[in-house]
């Protein structure tokens, strides 16, 4: 039997139209699987990410620094330990970490012992930084892991200012800088095996609370001259008062001045400079008073 031509033709448009629904359908379906497994991949993204976030951001911010040269010798291992080099503190981390920072100062409860350490105080996570101003005593430890190496930026301006106190006539060294946290455990047991440990506190820090720790602190000496490192009467020198009268042009600050024992912690050290740059070392030694007081932090 013959059929038509017109109806042929309309079997064939029929499933051409039968055709193109079918492919829209597969593909409406496809497209709705892949969608699923990628929101899935997403939603598993998400989590991930968020965990690791609160694995990073969960650390408490907290560090401090004291010096830890003895006045009495110099140990000639001082001179072995590397300094590497590193930049100096990270403004935008600095104020990031002030808020609490900030906290944690108006919020702490301390029991201090008689060597003016906080008792039960662990060493914290991160570094403690106070109106951008890293800090470090004993009351504000560094991490343990925390190794900077030497600051670069302040090894710029100490050879800078040696430059000029040469001019001036005199030729000045750091003959200490960055320290360990492993270094400084060994140099803090051999002070209290030799003086005992109230005594030691009074000059050097203990591990974690070191300031050349940070990589800021500069043990300062005059070339030649070294019967005076290490000892107050290098202060009383030419060489010691052009130190104090022009280290703040370079951005460092007298750390431990004469008489301020019972705020820095430590006894008067005529050759310990920390580098905080020139504007804030400018204001703390034209204010007169000590790190301390200048964060109010004493």
Known sequence: MKYPSSTKKSKKTLMSVVTIIILVVVIAVVLFFLNNVSSKEEETQVNENGSNNVGEQGKVVNDRIPSEVTPIDIDKD????????????????????????????????????????????????????????LITNKKYPLP???????????RVAFEDMATAASEAGFELTAFST??????????????????????????????????HQTGLAFDIGEVNREDLWLTSEFGESEAGKWLVENAHEYGFILRYPKGKELITGYMYESWHFRYLGIPVATEVYESGVTLEEYLGIN
């Open 78 to 133: 001082l001179d072995d330990q590397p300094n590497s080099q590193t930049p100096v503190d990270n403004k935008d981390k600095d104020d990031a970490k002030d808020n609490n920072n900030s906290e944690q100062k108006e919020n702490r409860v301390e029991k201090e012992d008689d060597n003016g350490y906080i008792v039960g105080l662990s060493l914290p996570l991160e570094p403690t930084y106070i109106d951008g101003i």
């Open 144 to 154: 343990k892991s925390f190794s900077p190496g030497e600051s670069v930026e302040a």
């Open 178 to 211: 960055y320290r360990s946290f492993e270094y400084q455990t060994t140099l803090y047991s051999r002070y209290v095996e030799r003086d005992g440990k109230d005594n030691a506190d009074r000059y050097s820090a203990r591990p974690g609370y070191s300031e």
